[in-house]
């Protein structure tokens, strides 16, 4: 129980954020993210002309909370303006464009150049000033995350909202035709199918992946073969290597922290293969075929679209403030480490419960929290999760604006942004029943295997092949991990959460969105996961 008042950080009214946040966040994190989330919001609004001037973040004891800041009304005419322009010249493009040639790349070659030091063979005032490299990154990145925002949403909204209008088709049928537009967001890469052919071709390796070695001992054996496969699991680490595994705080794990996890989860990929089957084609001519006639080249062109845009969604994260709070983490950790053997720190762990002046003047050999204050930071924030916190601060909230009223571009990317919105936050409300819990049909098919119950990323060694996660929610972090897993249950999170894409793209079961499913559902038990009802029933 959490006895701390919980006030509204400021006028409106101000919604939880469990969906991207189900636990409480760092210090670093409170006092880092706002600023660079609240600037890409703001830009991304007023790109696309939408009627928002955008959208604030803050940390009450821990716990993330959100409120939308109104337009100015001077503002309003260049906004519909700018909102006909969207449409007309589909400026999504433009974006995707900037990513692809520009942002992301460049993104790429900074957190390579940073993840090259090693921290642990730096000075003091050395780690210091690579702790500043590394928080400056990150705070870039999480602008840059959030400046793409509006290309990742809108045309899927748009196609929701169409395809709704026209033909009724539920918006679970309507994101199936996404499957297989988002590679990455069941963790393909070109290293990594590199390094899938390297082992088909190599007998002596695959011995060496599948031996009872201790993890950490066969990675190492296998980068230093000196041959095909070295080279191509060195290039694979390190594109991931320094990628958390989930979340988006410097409280989650990078995958190299984790190498039993990482080395199953490639073993795993390499048996099964990279190719994923998929019936995509056949959902969309179905779903065409509902469409009225009259409508099915406007069909045709807003799905081309949605499936155009769909990768950026994930790809935004996993390539740009992923994979740099990584990297700021294991910085932060080394430190950590470097205090521990000085015992200023109880345990390297405490350490990203600093804020970061209190990082850089601990490790200065200045003042600070003591290790006994960071470790009741360290047990408060891993003891707690956003359950615990209301759901709303300050005045309930009201409807949005029936944008009917507005001119014909402003209401279709107003009603195309409230729909994905909707479709990222919102979970079931359907009843459960006493061993069949109701959610979200994410992602289509039927599983039966074990539940793990998994509370954070430090339980991430529990997940063994063909088990059921079961957890409050994901990030698109988390597709490193899902060659183990049979099927994903969530707490948080609607058909366009992470978890969703995540499953979707992977071809497993998934149901999101449940709300009670880690209370209700215990660690081993066998289930029954059907992500085509949205149901999930507790066998025994």
């Known amino acids: 129980m959490i006895n701390q008042p919980f006030e509204p950080p400021g006028p409106g009214t101000w919604e939880l954020d ?29 790109h696309y002309g939408m009627l928002i001037g955008g959208m604030q973040m803050a940390y009450v004891n821990g716990f993330a909370y959100r409120a939308l ?4 009304e001077d503002e309003i005419p260049e906004r519909f303006q700018r909102a006909e322009a969207v449409f007309a010249q589909k400026l999504w493009r433009d ?29 003091d005032t050395d780690l210091v000033a690579y702790l500043g490299r590394c928080r400056d990154h990150h705070s870039q990145m ?27 088709v539920p918006p679970s049928e309507v994101l199936g035709m996404m499957r297989g537009a988002a590679p990455v967001s069941a963790g393909a890469s070109e290293e990594l199918a590199g390094l899938i052919r390297a082992f088909e071709r190599d007998p002596a390796a695959r011995e060496i992946l599948e031996s009872e070695s201790e993890p950490e001992v066969a990675l190492d054996k296998l980068r230093s073969l000196g041959n095909d496969v070295s080279t191509e699991l060195n290039e694979y680490l390190d594109l991931v290597g320094c990628r958390l595994l989930d979340g988006f705080d410097i409280s989650g794990r990078y995958a190299l922290e984790l190498p039993d996890a990482l ?3 490639i073993r795993t990929t390499v048996e099964k293969g990279s190719a994923v089957a998929s019936d995509v084609d056949s959902q969309i001519a179905g779903i065409r075929q509902q469409v009225p006639e009259e409508h099915r080249a406007e069909f045709d062109d807003l ?3 949605a499936r155009l845009m769909y990768r950026i969604r994930d790809e935004r994260g996993v390539f740009s403030d992923i994979w740099a709070s990584g990297i700021m983490r294991r910085a932060v950790v080394a430190a950590g480490r470097r205090l521990a053997r000085t015992g200023r720190v109880a345990d390297p762990e405490h350490f990203v419960d600093a804020g970061f002046d209190e990082m850089t003047s601990i490790l200065s050999g200045s003042a600070g929290p003591s290790a006994d204050e960071l470790a009741e930071r360290f047990d408060y924030r891993t003891s707690h999760t956003a359950k615990e916190a209301p759901p709303v601060l300050g005045p309930p909230p009201t409807q949005p604006p029936d944008p009917s009223g507005l001119p014909v571009a402003p209401a279709r990317l107003m009603r195309a942004i409230g729909v994905a919105l909707g479709e990222l936050f919102g979970s079931s409300e359907a009843e459960h029943e006493e061993a069949l819990l109701r959610g979200l049909a994410a992602s289509g098919g039927v599983y039966q295997g074990p539940a793990r119950r998994i509370s954070g ?53 998934g149901v999101v969105g449940t709300r009670t499913a880690t209370d209700l559902i215990p660690d081993g038990a066998t289930v029954r996961v059907d992500g085509d009802a949205g149901e999930v029933t507790i066998l025994k």
């Open 18 to 46: 469990p969906v991207h946040f189900p636990r409480p966040v760092t210090r670093y994190w409170a006092e880092m993210h706002p600023e660079p989330f609240q600037l890409g919001v703001a830009e991304f609004s007023r």
């Open 69 to 72: 800041a109104p337009v100015s």
């Open 95 to 123: 974006q995707l464009r900037e990513w692809d040639e520009d942002a992301k790349p460049a993104a790429i070659k900074t957190h390579r150049r940073l993840q090259s030091v090693d921290p642990d063979s730096l000075s």
């Open 142 to 168: 999480i602008y840059q995350h959030m400046r793409f925002t509006g290309a990742a949403m809108i045309c899927v909204g748009d196609l929701l909202v169409h395809v709704g209008d026209w033909a009724g």
């Open 263 to 265: 080395l199953r989860a």
């Open 303 to 305: 799905l081309g679209e």
């Open 457 to 509: 990323p430090t339980e991430f060694d529990r997940i063994v092949q063909g088990d059921v996660l079961v957890t409050e929610s994901t990030t698109e972090a988390f597709n490193i991990l899902l060659p183990l897993l049979g099927a994903i249950v969530t707490d948080s999170g609607g058909l366009l959460s992470h978890s969703a894409i995540v499953a979707r793209e992977y071809g497993i079961p």
